[in-house]
């Protein structure tokens, strides 16, 4: 709801322009990647998934890249549209156990008109 | 419909009293959580349900908390005694087992909780 995030770092990005959120995650062993958005008062909404098998996955004006060396993950959202805005954050869950799933903190995407 | 359902969508309660929270997952997933995002916090695990398996609790916070799952579907998640300090949104999300574990979460809008 409105009170996610308060202290959660910003992005700010002009109307138009591409977004580029980053995810660095923890454990090496995660196998499956999911980017969720978050507006004020509702709950996650899946954007987009990626296997760990994969670097690169693309979906309509999305596009998630893994890096599986340095365990970064990051959303790019091209043509960024004020219904964009929300906080954004990533999930990783290991293959060992689907109940230990570890989200991100999250990062507020601000759009700048 | 056709995503996961919760209700109430806020609840005000006072302190000590017991309330109970409902969740509707999407039809079909055998896959139910809960969890819970408190101000200014990221998503905290709670209890997990997959199918007829013993469910992973291990999230609860204290024996106040509780949940079942009816028939592999509907869940109620309940607080006893309720404390200040539960007050948060509470969120359900289910999932497709039959995906393997290539199954995104599919949250509902969550529980507003207040406790005065």
């Known amino acids: 709801g409105e009170s996610v995030g308060l202290h959660l770092p910003t992005l700010s990005v002009q109307e138009g322009d591409n977004s580029i959120i980053n995810c660095a995650y923890s454990n090496s062993a995660s196998d499956y990647f999911i980017w969720y958005k978050q507006e004020s008062g509702k709950g996650p909404q899946f954007i987009i998934d990626?296997?760990?098998?994969?670097d690169k996955r693309q979906g309509q004006r999305v596009t998630v890249l893994l890096n599986k060396t340095v365990k970064h993950l990051s959303l790019q959202i091209a043509a960024t549209q004020p219904g964009d805005s929300a906080v954004y954050f990533c999930?990783?869950?290991?293959?060992?156990?689907?109940?230990?799933?570890?989200f991100g903190s999250g990062t507020r995407l601000s759009i700048r008109p | 419909g056709a995503g996961v359902s919760q209700s109430p969508s806020n609840k005000v309660t006072e302190k000590g009293k017991d309330v109970e929270l409902r969740c509707d997952p999407i039809?079909?997933?055998?896959?139910l959580y809960w969890y819970r995002q408190s101000l200014g916090q990221g998503l905290e695990f709670l209890i997990y349900f997959q199918g007829n398996s013993a469910p992973d609790k291990s999230g609860l916070p204290s024996d106040r908390f509780s949940a079942e799952r009816t028939g592999g579907s509907v869940s109620t998640l309940t607080i006893q005694r309720t404390q200040q300090e539960d007050s948060a949104v509470y969120l359900c999300?289910?999932?497709?087992?039959?995906?393997?574990?290539?199954?995104?979460?599919?949250f509902g809008n969550g529980t507003r909780l207040t406790v005065t």
């Open positions: 999300a289910s999932s497709s087992w039959t995906a393997g574990w290539n199954s995104p979460l599919h």
């Open positions: 039809s079909g997933h055998t896959a």
């Open positions: 990626i296997r760990s098998n994969m």
């Open positions: 999930a990783e869950i290991p293959y060992s156990s689907a109940s230990k799933i570890i």
